[in-house]
C-alpha cells in the first residue's frame, strides 16, 4: 500500500514529475502548452484522464485540452461552462490544501450544471478510500496576481485510489508549474501577435509614407512642408518639384526661406493669420527673377499625437491666370471701355472714399482738420492740460477758445479730435473763389465743345478716335495721382488735390490749350474746345453734390463765353 511504500513512491513521483515539468518547457504554442500539461497529467501523476478548462476573456471557461480517452476528448472539447457553475463548484466538497475535491455523494447534484463533463456509472466503494467514477478532483491555476488562469480536472488514479498526501502535493506542485508555463506561453502569443501588429502596422506605414511621397513628389500643383512653433516657424523643410518649378528655385535653396521670406510685403499679415490658424489664403510669392506670382494657399496642420502640432502641409496653387482674369473684369467694371479712364462709378467710388458725413454746418480750417485727425500734442513740460497765466500752453501754442456754454467753435462736432468724424483728415473746400491759401480738392468738370457736330457730321468712328485722344491729352495734362475720368458721352471729370484756387484754375486753363490743337483721325484734321467748371469737395457733401456743384460752375463758364469762342474750329 501506498504508506508502506512511501519513500518509493515519492523518488517514482518526484522523477516523472521533474521529467512532465521539464516538457512543460518545451513547449511553442499556447495550444501545445495546454496539451502538455495533460499528457503530464496521464503520464507522469498515474491518473488515466485529465483535461484542462481555460479561463476565456469574458471570465467562462472552456475546455482547451484533453488527454486519456478520446470518445470523451471529442465529447467535450471547446465546450464552455459559465463562471458562476465553475465557482460553485470551487466552493463545495473537501478543501485539500490548494485542490478541491468534490466526492460522489456529493456531485449528483453537479449533473445538471453547465460545466462540461464525462463520467461512468460505477458501484459504490468496495474499501474506505476507493475511488468512484462520479468522484471530481479539481486542482485551479492561478497567475502571479492571483487571477484565475483556469481549473485542471483529473479522473481515474490508475492505482484506483483517491490520492494520498503525497499525491495530492505533487498534484498542487503539477498545477502550480502548469500556470507558470501557461502563462509564460500566453506572453510569448500575446508578444507574436503584437509583433505581427507592429509589423504590419509599419508595413501599412511604409506604405502609406511611399504613397505620400509619390503624392507629394509628382502633385501637379506645389506642395511643401513647414515647421510649425519655435525660432523656425514657417521654414520650409521640404518642397516638391512643382513648387521649384513654379518659384524659380530649386528645393536646396527653397529650404533656406520661409514663407514670411518668400511673400509679397502687403501680404504679409494674410499669410501670418494662415499660418497661425490653418486653412486658405490668396497672396503672392516671390520668384527668383523678382516678380511675384498669385497663389492659393492651403495649409493643414500635422499633429504629433505626443507633442501637439509640429508641422504645416501646404499646398501651393497657381492662381495668376485666374487673378489676371478677376483684374481685367474688375478694370472693365470700373474703367471705360473707350477711352480706359475710371468711369462714372468708379469716379464716385475715389471721390466718396475722400468724404465723411459730417454736418455742412460744422466747418474747420486746413489746421483744424489736421488737428482733427491727429490728436492734440501733448505738453512738453508739465502735465498735460497745463496752462500758463497768459493763456498759452507750456509747448508755446496758443489755448484753444472756448464758447460760452460748452458750445463748440467752428470746428466743434468734427474738427476737436475724439470727435464722431475725426477718423481722417477732413476735405476743406476753398470759402472763395479769392485764393486765400487754402488747399482742396478740386472738381474740374469738362465739356467738350464742338464734338456733336463731329460725331454728326464725320460718324461715330471719328468721334471715338477725338475722345481717346481728349483723354490722354488730359491724362498727359495733370499729375501723377490726380484722378482723369470719363462722366459719359463728352464730359470728363479731373479731380486734383491739394490746390487752391489760383491753381485750380490754371490747371483749367492748361487743360483747355492741350485740347485745342487739332486733332488728326484718317488724314482729316478736326478741332475741338472745352468748358471747364470748378467745384470743391467738402466733407458733409456727397459725391453728386460735389459733381453737381462743378457741373454748375461747367455750364455758367460756357454760357459765359460766346459760341465762337466756345468752339475752337
Known amino acids: 500500500m501506498e504508506t508502506e511504500s512511501e519513500p518509493y513512491v515519492r523518488l517514482a513521483t518526484l522523477r516523472q514529475l521533474h521529467q512532465v515539468v521539464a516538457e512543460l518547457n518545451t513547449a511553442r504554442s499556447l495550444a ?43 465529447l467535450i472539447t471547446g465546450r464552455v461552462g459559465s463562471r458562476a457553475s465553475w465557482e460553485r463548484r470551487l466552493t463545495m466538497g473537501e478543501s485539500w490544501d490548494g485542490l478541491r475535491f468534490i466526492p460522489h455523494t456529493e456531485g449528483w447534484v453537479l449533473v445538471e450544471d453547465d460545466v462540461p463533463q464525462w463520467h461512468t456509472e460505477g458501484p459504490d466503494p468496495r474499501f474506505e478510500g476507493e475511488w468512484h467514477p462520479e468522484d471530481r478532483l479539481y486542482a485551479p491555476m492561478y497567475a502571479s496576481g492571483g487571477e484565475l488562469l483556469g481549473v485542471v480536472s483529473v479522473d481515474r488514479p490508475r492505482n484506483g485510489r483517491r490520492p494520498g498526501a503525497w499525491g495530492r502535493e505533487a498534484l498542487q506542485m503539477y498545477a502550480f508549474q502548469a500556470a507558470i508555463a501557461i502563462s509564460n506561453a500566453r506572453l510569448r502569443a500575446n508578444m507574436q501577435r503584437a509583433l505581427v501588429r507592429l509589423e504590419r502596422e509599419q508595413q501599412a506605414l511604409r506604405a502609406s509614407e511611399e504613397s505620400f511621397r509619390q503624392a507629394f513628389e509628382y502633385a501637379p500643383s506645389g506642395m511643401a512642408i513647414a515647421e510649425m512653433g519655435g525660432d523656425q516657424h514657417g521654414r520650409l523643410l521640404r518642397t516638391n518639384d512643382a513648387l521649384c518649378r513654379l518659384l524659380g528655385r530649386p528645393a536646396s535653396v527653397l529650404r533656406r526661406y520661409s514663407f514670411s521670406d518668400l511673400v509679397h510685403p502687403e501680404d504679409i499679415g494674410t499669410l501670418l493669420r494662415t499660418s497661425a490658424e490653418g486653412g486658405r489664403a490668396e497672396l503672392r510669392l516671390g520668384r527668383r527673377d523678382g516678380t511675384y506670382v498669385w497663389v492659393s494657399l492651403r495649409n493643414s496642420v500635422v499633429a504629433d499625437a505626443a507633442d501637439g502640432p509640429r508641422f504645416l502641409l501646404t499646398h501651393v496653387e497657381d492662381i495668376e491666370e485666374r487673378k489676371r482674369h478677376e483684374l481685367q473684369l ?18 464716385r467710388s475715389r471721390l466718396g472714399a475722400r468724404l465723411c458725413r459730417r454736418p455742412q454746418s460744422v466747418r474747420a480750417t486746413a489746421i483744424e482738420a489736421l488737428d482733427a485727425a491727429f490728436e492734440t500734442r501733448p505738453s512738453v513740460e508739465g502735465a498735460p492740460g497745463e496752462h500758463s497765466e497768459h493763456g498759452f500752453r507750456p509747448d508755446g501754442f496758443p489755448e484753444p477758445f472756448e464758447f460760452p456754454g460748452g458750445m463748440g467753435g467752428p470746428g466743434a462736432g468734427g474738427s476737436a479730435a475724439g470727435g464722431p468724424y475725426d477718423h481722417h483728415v477732413h476735405t476743406v473746400a476753398p470759402a472763395t473763389d479769392i485764393d ?17 457736330s463731329i460725331n454728326d457730321r464725320f460718324g461715330h468712328h471719328t468721334g471715338d478716335a477725338v475722345l481717346i485722344e481728349v483723354a490722354r491729352r488730359l491724362t498727359t495734362g495733370v499729375r501723377d495721382g490726380d484722378t482723369v475720368a470719363r462722366l459719359g458721352g463728352d464730359e470728363f471729370v479731373v479731380l486734383a488735390d491739394g490746390l487752391g484756387a489760383a491753381d485750380a484754375a490754371d490747371l483749367a486753363v492748361r487743360l483747355r490749350n492741350a485740347i485745342i490743337p487739332p ?15 470748378i467745384g470743391w469737395a467738402g466733407c458733409g457733401m456727397s459725391a453728386d453734390e460735389v459733381l453737381r456743384s462743378a457741373d454748375q460752375r461747367m455750364y455758367i463758364e460756357k454760357r459765359s463765353r460766346s459760341k465762337a469762342h466756345r468752339r475752337a474750329g
Not at 502538455?36 to 479561463?55: Q, R, S
Not at 474688375?330 to 469716379?347: Q, V, W
Not at 483721325?521 to 472745352?530: H, K, L, N, P, S
Open 32 to 74: 501545445d502548452t495546454l496539451q502538455t500539461v495533460v499528457d503530464g497529467i496521464v503520464v507522469g501523476l498515474g491518473y488515466e484522464l485529465a483535461c484542462v478548462n481555460l479561463v476565456r476573456p469574458d471570465g467562462d471557461l472552456v475546455v482547451a485540452a484533453f488527454a486519456g480517452d478520446p470518445a470523451a476528448e471529442a
Open 330 to 347: 474688375a478694370h472693365r467694371a470700373s474703367h471705360d471701355a473707350l477711352t480706359g479712364l475710371p468711369n462714372s462709378s468708379e469716379l
Open 436 to 452: 486765400d491759401g487754402t488747399k482742396g480738392l478740386a472738381v474740374l468738370f469738362c465739356d467738350l465743345d464742338g464734338f456733336k
Open 519 to 533: 486733332i488728326r483721325v484718317d488724314g482729316r484734321a478736326v478741332r475741338v474746345g472745352a468748358s471747364f467748371g
